[in-house]
């Protein structure tokens, strides 16, 4: 089992940042790829970016591409966003997960760990 916790969540003004952060624990997901996944109120759950296991590969959705960076710690077992020029439509439940790499890695059943969530509020 890895049990994945997020934390970095919070309110923040319009143009502001956040980090986000997924730990791992249980055992190491360092084999794994991860994906944080964002879902608001009324709208689909959808892929934000996702990371590989070698951490060289990256991809993001087109509307954070430039302002969302993700990024891993293999040594610290964690995975994080960095979320800078933050929108209103960014409000969301932020979610991170974990899984083998096979599928598309927009495909939620590509996931077979997934944290609680950490909640995303920006304000205009």
């Known amino acids: 089992q890895v049990h994945l916790v997020e934390s970095g969540g919070g309110l923040v003004q319009a143009g502001g940042s956040l980090r986000l952060s997924c730990a791992a624990s249980?055992?190491?997901?360092?084999?794994?790829?991860v994906g944080w996944f964002r879902q608001a109120p009324g709208k689909d759950r959808q892929l934000v970016a996702a990371?590989?296991?070698?951490?060289?590969?990256?991809s993001y959705l087109d509307s954070v591409k430039g302002r969302f960076t993700i990024s891993r710690d293999s040594a610290e077992n964690t995975v994080y966003l960095q979320m800078n020029s933050l929108k209103p439509e960014d409000t969301a439940v932020y979610s991170c997960?974990?899984?083998?790499?096979?599928?598309?890695?927009?495909?939620?059943?590509?996931?077979?760990?997934w944290g609680q969530g950490t909640q995303v509020t920006v304000s205009s």
């Open positions: 997960a974990a899984g083998p790499a096979f599928g598309l890695a927009s495909d939620e059943r590509s996931y077979n760990y």
């Open positions: 249980g055992r190491t997901f360092s084999n794994y790829r």
């Open positions: 990371i590989s296991q070698s951490g060289t590969g990256t």
